[in-house]
């Protein structure tokens, strides 16, 4: 499955859109680089044919970018140049749709099509690969790390997989045909998934064991919920066109909200540190807004393309999408520019800033 082909609403696949109706070298060790040799850091020329689904940014400032061929980029720089490796599968370059490390940044996961799993044990510089269970054959789209010994990872047929043992061993749960694109931890012991049909997915045991919270079911109208975030004791799912709910009890209850701007989609959320209980939205044709105090107000990206991840750190921010689109921001996400050498589109007076 390619999530950078363009079924519907700007293109974003696997199971995301296309059931929505909207939008180096292996050797037998496993062991994993850039062909032959790690090519030198370099500013990103405009890339516009090639998706990026995920990124993350360490502790130390290294933003690592992963995207369609198994593409990853990294970046010590914040984004000025990158290092780049494509990671073959076999004889396959299979996409990569999401990238998360533990909070020191020491170990990271990438997952990805074909129930791919690969771990970094040195900041992301190399990666090994880890075998997801033998019945794993759909994509992998979520990564989420507790720690350098519990991740779990969610994605097409409601395929959920988790490790105790930092990735020796992965244990399956299936919570029915159902795609999931969103997956995250509060704490050590409550998780939460996100994905087609309304559903939301709850392990209260670390990931032992998942159950439907609510939605789920084929058999029923609904829409999808593309990414979740938690921000204390409250959260905010997002969904198809403006769609969304928000928790104010750690996820026991839900009510709708609209948090809808002309009808578009967002597809990745992050919490963001300041001001404290503040998210980052953005999505479709690059649409954007900073959801505080539950007041929606929207940013200009200067793109149109599909926005599919951000991140944030304490000292900048990076949002990755579709055609090339790679964004950097100094100010929390208020004014964007670009990392790869497209021009952006206007976003006012304080856009080049």
């Given at each position: 499955?390619?999530?950078?082909q363009n079924?519907?609403t700007e293109?974003?696949?696997?199971a995301w859109?296309?059931?929505c109706?909207c939008v180096?070298?292996?050797a037998?060790?496993g062991v994993?680089?850039a062909?032959?040799?790690a090519?030198?850091s370099t500013?990103q020329?405009?890339?516009?044919w090639?998706n990026?689904?995920g990124?993350s940014?360490?502790p130390s400032?290294r933003?690592?970018?992963?995207?369609?061929?198994?593409?990853?980029m990294?970046?010590?720089n914040?984004g000025q140049?990158w290092?780049r490796q494509?990671?073959?599968?076999?004889v396959?370059?299979?996409d990569?749709?999401?990238v998360a490390?533990t909070a020191?940044?020491?170990?990271?996961?990438?997952?990805?099509?074909n129930?791919?799993?690969?771990?970094?044990?040195?900041h992301g510089?190399?990666w090994i690969?880890?075998?997801?269970p033998?019945?794993v054959?759909g994509?992998?789209?979520?990564?989420?790390?507790v720690d350098a010994?519990?991740v779990?990872?969610?994605g097409?047929?409601?395929?959920?997989v988790c490790t105790?043992?930092?990735g020796?061993n992965w244990?399956?749960?299936n919570?029915?045909?159902?795609?999931l694109?969103?997956m995250t931890?509060?704490?050590?012991?409550?998780?939460w998934a996100v994905?087609e049909?309304?559903?939301?997915?709850h392990t209260a045991d670390g990931?032992k064991?998942?159950k439907?919270?609510?939605?789920?079911d084929?058999?029923?109208?609904?829409?999808?919920?593309f990414?979740?975030?938690?921000?204390g004791?409250?959260?905010?799912v997002?969904?198809?066109?403006?769609?969304?709910?928000e928790?104010?009890?750690?996820?026991?209850?839900?009510?709708?909200v609209?948090l809808?701007?002309?009808?578009?989609?967002f597809?990745?959320?992050a919490?963001l540190a300041k001001p404290?209980g503040?998210y980052y939205?953005?999505?479709e044709?690059?649409v954007?807004?900073?959801l505080?105090?539950?007041?929606?107000?929207?940013?200009q990206?200067?793109?149109s393309?599909?926005i599919s991840?951000?991140?944030?750190?304490d000292?900048?921010?990076?949002a990755?999408g579709?055609?090339?689109?790679?964004?950097?921001?100094?100010?929390g996400?208020?004014h964007?520019?670009?990392l790869d050498?497209?021009?952006?589109?206007?976003?006012?007076?304080d856009?080049d800033k």
């Amino acid at each position: 499955m390619n999530r950078g082909q363009n079924r519907g609403t700007e293109g974003l696949t696997p199971a995301w859109i296309a059931l929505c109706a909207c939008v180096c070298f292996i050797a037998l060790s496993g062991v994993v680089a850039a062909a032959p040799g790690a090519q030198p850091s370099t500013a990103q020329p405009d890339r516009s044919w090639e998706n990026y689904f995920g990124v993350s940014i360490l502790p130390s400032g290294r933003a690592v970018v992963v995207g369609d061929k198994g593409v990853i980029m990294i970046s010590d720089n914040q984004g000025q140049t990158w290092a780049r490796q494509q990671i073959k599968h076999g004889v396959k370059y299979d996409d990569l749709y999401s990238v998360a490390f533990t909070a020191d940044g020491s170990s990271g996961w990438v997952v990805g099509d074909n129930g791919i799993i690969y771990h970094s044990s040195d900041h992301g510089t190399t990666w090994i690969e880890q075998k997801a269970p033998a019945a794993v054959t759909g994509a992998l789209i979520k990564v989420a790390v507790v720690d350098a010994q519990k991740v779990c990872a969610g994605g097409d047929h409601g395929t959920i997989v988790c490790t105790t043992d930092g990735g020796a061993n992965w244990s399956l749960q299936n919570i029915g045909d159902i795609g999931l694109f969103d997956m995250t931890f509060t704490d050590a012991d409550n998780g939460w998934a996100v994905g087609e049909f309304l559903a939301i997915v709850h392990t209260a045991d670390g990931g032992k064991s998942w159950k439907i919270q609510s939605g789920g079911d084929r058999m029923k109208s609904g829409d999808p919920y593309f990414a979740i975030a938690f921000a204390g004791h409250d959260g905010v799912v997002v969904g198809l066109a403006g769609s969304a709910l928000e928790t104010s009890d750690d996820g026991a209850t839900w009510k709708p909200v609209d948090l809808s701007i002309e009808h578009k989609s967002f597809y990745a959320i992050a919490a963001l540190a300041k001001p404290a209980g503040a998210y980052y939205l953005a999505g479709e044709t690059g649409v954007a807004a900073q959801l505080a105090g539950g007041q929606l107000t929207p940013v200009q990206t200067g793109t149109s393309n599909a926005i599919s991840a951000v991140a944030f750190s304490d000292r900048f921010a990076m949002a990755v999408g579709l055609s090339g689109t790679l964004l950097g921001s100094n100010d929390g996400g208020q004014h964007w520019h670009s990392l790869d050498n497209q021009a952006l589109e206007n976003q006012g007076q304080d856009a080049d800033k």
